[in-house]
C-alpha cells in the first residue's frame, strides 16, 4: 500500500506557473512509475504526464507538451509537477498517481491521492 498526498495547487493568472508535488508514505515511490492526471467540471479525468520508476522515461499529453515538466526525487518520495505559460483551460483537479505500468490510461494506475485544485484566470 502506498499513500499518496498532493499539495501546490490554488489560484494563478494565465501565463503564470504553479508546481505541484505529490509525496508517497507507506512504500518507497521508486517502486512505482507515477503519472499526474486532471479532471476539469463535468469532463472525465485526463492523463498530463508519466515518469518512469527511474526518472529516464517521460510522457506529456500535446495539450501541455512544452508547458508542463514531470520530475522526482525518489529520495524524497515526491514527484513533482511544473506547470509553465498555465492557460485557462488548464483549471482542474490535479492528482497524482503511482502503478505498476507507466501508461497514459487511468485504469492502470493502482493508487490515488485525493487531488489538488489547480485554477487559472484569464
Known amino acids: 500500500q502506498v499513500q499518496l498526498v498532493e499539495s501546490g495547487g490554488g489560484l494563478v493568472q494565465a501565463g503564470g506557473s504553479l508546481r505541484l508535488s505529490c509525496t508517497a508514505s507507506?512504500?518507497?515511490?521508486?517502486?512505482?512509475?507515477m503519472g499526474w492526471f486532471r479532471q476539469a467540471p463535468g469532463k472525465e479525468r485526463e492523463f498530463v504526464a508519466y515518469?518512469?520508476?527511474?526518472?529516464?522515461?517521460?510522457n506529456y499529453a500535446d495539450s501541455v507538451k512544452g508547458r508542463f515538466t514531470i520530475s522526482r526525487d525518489n529520495a524524497k518520495n515526491t514527484v513533482y509537477l511544473q506547470m509553465n505559460s498555465l492557460k485557462p483551460e488548464d483549471t482542474a483537479v490535479y492528482y497524482c498517481?503511482?502503478?505498476?505500468?507507466?501508461?497514459?490510461?487511468?485504469?492502470?494506475?493502482?493508487?490515488w491521492g485525493q487531488g489538488t485544485q489547480v485554477t487559472v484566470s484569464s
Open positions: 498517481a503511482a502503478g505498476l505500468w507507466a501508461s497514459t490510461s487511468a485504469s492502470f494506475y493502482d493508487y
Open positions: 507507506g512504500r518507497t515511490l521508486g517502486s512505482y512509475n
Open positions: 515518469i518512469t520508476r527511474s526518472g529516464s522515461t517521460t
